[in-house]
T-cell receptor
Framework: NAGVMQNPRHLVRRRGQEARLRCSPM?????VYWYRQLPEEGLKFMVYLQKENIIDESGMPKERFSAEFPKEGPSILRIQQVVRGDSAAYFCASSPYQDQPQHFGDGTRLSIL | GENVEQHPSTLSVQEGDSAVIKCTYS??????FPWYKQELGKRPQLIID?????GEKKDQRIAVTLNKTAKHFSLHITETQPEDSAVYFC?????????????FGTGTRLTIIP
C-alpha cells in the first residue's frame, strides 16, 4: 500500500508567481490535511478536506492560499503571488476516517527567490 | 485555541539510557495525543498515540503516559539506540467529527551519544 504521495518534492518560484502543491492520499483514505513547517519549527495546521468539501480552513491565510480535493485526482494546495515568507515545507497527511491517525507524506519544500 | 508546549527543546542521552520528553496542552477538550518522529529532511512518522480514556500505552521500547488532570503527556524511550536520534513532536487534537486538526509542540531534538 503506497503511502501519501506529494509532488513535487522541491519547488522553486519567483516572487509573484503561483505555486501548486499536490497530494495523493493513501489508498482508501478520503480525509486530507495540509500543514506548514518553517525551518526549526513545528508543523502548523492549515486546512482539512474531504472529497469535494473543505471541513476546516481555520489555519489558512485569508488571502492568496486555497485548497481543494476534487472527486477525482489529488488534493491541491495553491499559493498565488508567492512572497519570500511562503518559503517552507508543506506536508500533507491523510486518514481513512475521522478520528483515525494521520499519516504524512514526504512534503514539498517551497523556495521563493 | 489549543496550545501545546514541549520540553526540552534538545536532549542528549547516552546510548542505552532512557529519554523522556514532556508536553502540556491547554484545552481540556483535547482527547487524542500522537507522537511523531522526524528525521532530517524526512516525513513525520507516527510512532505512538494515546487517547484520553487510557493513562498509559506501550509499544516495545516506547511508552506514552497521559495525565488528564494536569493536562500533560510524556514520551518515554528506553534502551536508546543511535537510530533513535531525530526530532520528536508531540501533538494534541479534539478528535470529534470535523475537529481533527493536530496542534503540534515545537519539537525535541534527541541525540543519542554512542
Amino acid at each position: 500500500n503506497a503511502g501519501v504521495m506529494q509532488n513535487p518534492r522541491h519547488l522553486v518560484r519567483r516572487r509573484g508567481q503561483e505555486a501548486r502543491l499536490r497530494c495523493s492520499p493513501m489508498k482508501g483514505h478520503s480525509h486530507v490535511y495540509w500543514y506548514r513547517q518553517l525551518p526549526e519549527e513545528g508543523l502548523k495546521f492549515m486546512v482539512y478536506l474531504q472529497k469535494e468539501n473543505i471541513i476546516d480552513e481555520s489555519g489558512m491565510p485569508k488571502e492568496r492560499f486555497s485548497a481543494e480535493f476534487p472527486k477525482e485526482g489529488p488534493s491541491i494546495l495553491r499559493i498565488q503571488q508567492v512572497v519570500r515568507g511562503d518559503s517552507a515545507a508543506y506536508f500533507c497527511a491523510s486518514s481513512p476516517y475521522q478520528d483515525q491517525p494521520q499519516h504524512f507524506g514526504d512534503g514539498t519544500r517551497l523556495s521563493i527567490l | 485555541g489549543e496550545n501545546v508546549e514541549q520540553h526540552p527543546s534538545t536532549l542528549s542521552v547516552q546510548e542505552g539510557d532512557s529519554a523522556v520528553i514532556k508536553c502540556t496542552y491547554s484545552d481540556s477538550a483535547s482527547n487524542y495525543f500522537p507522537w511523531y518522529k522526524q528525521e532530517l529532511g524526512k516525513r513525520p512518522q507516527l510512532i505512538i498515540d494515546i487517547r484520553s480514556n487510557v493513562g498509559e500505552k506501550k509499544d516495545q521500547r516506547i511508552a506514552v503516559t497521559l495525565n488528564k488532570t494536569a493536562k500533560h503527556f510524556s514520551l518515554h524511550i528506553t534502551e536508546t539506540q543511535p537510530e533513535d536520534s531525530a526530532v520528536y513532536f508531540c501533538a494534541a487534537s479534539i478528535s470529534n467529527f470535523g475537529n481533527e486538526k493536530l496542534t503540534f509542540g515545537t519539537g525535541t531534538r534527541l541525540t543519542i551519544i554512542p
